[in-house]
């Protein structure tokens, strides 16, 4: 007896991902002015929507997070000489390029200009082709739900709620593979709580007042830093849903939780604007209203880092310098205090070096696998390498700079006791500025500076004693 065909859904499926939202999001990356349009393809229906998406984007197949699980299964029923189909609601294109990349499908029906092949439709024509009860049918959402109806038997994929409890009630379920679970870590990751640690820059226009003791202003800054972290995950979690190809080409970025699947598409669309809108409604309740006009000067900066400055050579290290200097310039705002001109010239000296370490990591880890094209969603060559160590370190002595000419000012002087003992800040920060870059330069430098910083026990004591200088000289 010839064994029956085993037919294989993609999306949720043999994909821990979704092409649909993907193309959708590839699309509003490379084509944000273009954002309307998608609205007139859908007019049209759903398959018009897909087909449009398709047509408007260039998807790396080979990069996609394919579920190794289900990959096994069709391996181990093909040595059995089983037919391997591929049926989708994704669009035809995509479907085609993905079995030709991956080799395992005898056969492949997906949808096109004018037929979404999802629910009652995939099964007709499953039932067409094979007849009632002809095939075994392996899937995870509720549009599965029709089709596994009329298949023998049903493989039960990483289901959505609720799917597995239907699925069992028509008594067919041959197996069950739950390989893709996600847990609270991978929300912690994506929500980027641990870079919550920047946001404690709030807090510095307070030290430099010398108001640190202050409990309602304390409690402020206590807000302004919850609330600029709820924006600031946000940020980064749209910043993760437009990046998901290049972060898969990345060599840590790849395990991010989008990218490697293990959240899905659909509940990064929801969370993102619920953070943005809890933080937005905080602070305009609150906070100074000033805090919530800085607030969105980070969210449209950030929003037009992630779309384009990160991938324009010197204006996106700017950017990235101007996102660290927000903090300090939010913090003024929650606080009503007067923003000085040497905290700004510091602080964008200092956070232009490590932005610029931040890409001299990544352009070393390119070097060192001998590439020397320009490296993906940047704007930068491995043979820039020399060039922006050097202006890395000497921003980064600007700052020192800075701080020295910050001892022999007028307010200065008068903030402080003992100014003169903020001299000894200066050689601690020359040390530490000078080591980064050395261990930056030997390629022992995490991609993030600041989750080095946190996890270094050098960085952690040059802090603390720098933090008491301060103390001493007050």
């Known amino acids: 007896m010839t064994a029956l065909p085993l037919v294989i859904d993609l999306d949720g499926t043999l994909l ?17 002015l273009q954002i309307f349009k998608p609205f007139c393809w859908l007019v049209k229906g759903k398959a018009a929507l897909k087909e449009g998406f398709a047509n408007a984007t260039q998807i790396d197949v080979s990069a996609l997070p394919y579920d190794p699980a289900v990959i096994e299964l069709i391996e181990a029923e093909r040595r059995k000489g089983r037919k391997i189909v591929l049926a989708t609601a994704s669009h035809y294109t995509l ?95 994506a929500l980027r709580l641990h870079q919550w640690m920047k946001n404690a820059l709030i807090f510095v226009p307070l030290l430099a007042a010398h108001q640190l003791t202050n409990p309602l202003l304390l409690l402020q800054g206590i807000l302004a830093f919850l609330l600029f972290g709820l924006c600031a995950s946000s940020v980064y979690v749209l910043n993760d ?44 309740l609150l906070l100074p209203w000033q805090f919530s006009g800085v607030l969105l000067a980070y969210y449209i900066l950030t929003l037009a880092y992630s779309l384009s400055l990160k991938r324009q050579m010197a204006v996106d290290v700017i950017a990235l310098a101007l996102l660290y200097t927000v903090r300090i310039i939010a913090g003024t705002a929650a606080f009503n205090l007067t923003l000085t001109f040497w905290i700004l010239a510091f602080s964008m000296f200092m956070f232009l070096s490590l932005a610029l370490v931040k890409r001299y990591a990544e352009l070393y880890e390119a070097r060192s696998k001998g590439k020397t094209e320009k490296t993906r969603g940047r704007g930068y ?9 050097s202006l890395g370190a000497s921003s980064g002595y600007l700052a020192v700079m800075v701080l020295a000419l910050y001892i022999h000012d007028q307010a200065t002087t008068g903030l402080y006791t003992y100014p003169q003992v903020i001299w000894l800040a200066c050689p601690l920060l020359l040390f530490w500025i000078t080591r980064v870059w050395m261990l930056t330069h030997r390629g022992e430098m995490h991609d993030d500076p600041v989750v080095f910083a946190i996890r270094d026990r050098a960085s952690l004591v040059v802090g603390v004693l720098f933090g008491l200088i301060f103390w001493m000289a007050a």
């Not at 959240?263 to 905080?282: D, M, Q, T």
């Open 16 to 32: 821990r991902s979704d092409l649909l939202l993907e193309t959708g999001m590839a699309f509003v990356r490379n084509q944000p």
């Open 241 to 284: 849903l437009l990046d998901l190809e290049d972060d898969r080409h990345h060599k840590s970025k790849c395990k991010r939780p989008f990218a490697a699947g293990r959240l899905p598409i659909k509940s990064g669309l929801i969370v993102f604007p619920i953070l943005l809108i809890g933080a937005f409604a905080g602070a305009m």
């Open 95 to 189: 479907a085609e390029r993905i079995a030709e990349h991956l080799q395992l499908f005898d056969q492949v029906m997906a949808s096109d200009a004018k037929r979404n092949l999802s629910a009652h439709r995939k099964r007709d024509l499953l039932v067409e082709h094979y007849g009632k009860d002809g095939f075994d049918y392996a899937g995870n959402s509720q549009d599965d739900i029709p089709v596994w109806a009329a298949a023998r038997h049903a493989y039960v994929v990483n289901p959505d709620s609720g799917v597995e409890r239907r699925a069992r009630a028509q008594g067919n379920v041959q197996h069950l593979i739950n390989s893709n679970q996600s847990e609270l870590k991978d929300w912690m990751k």
């Open 381 to 389: 060559y491995p043979a820039d390498l020399e060039m922006i160590s």
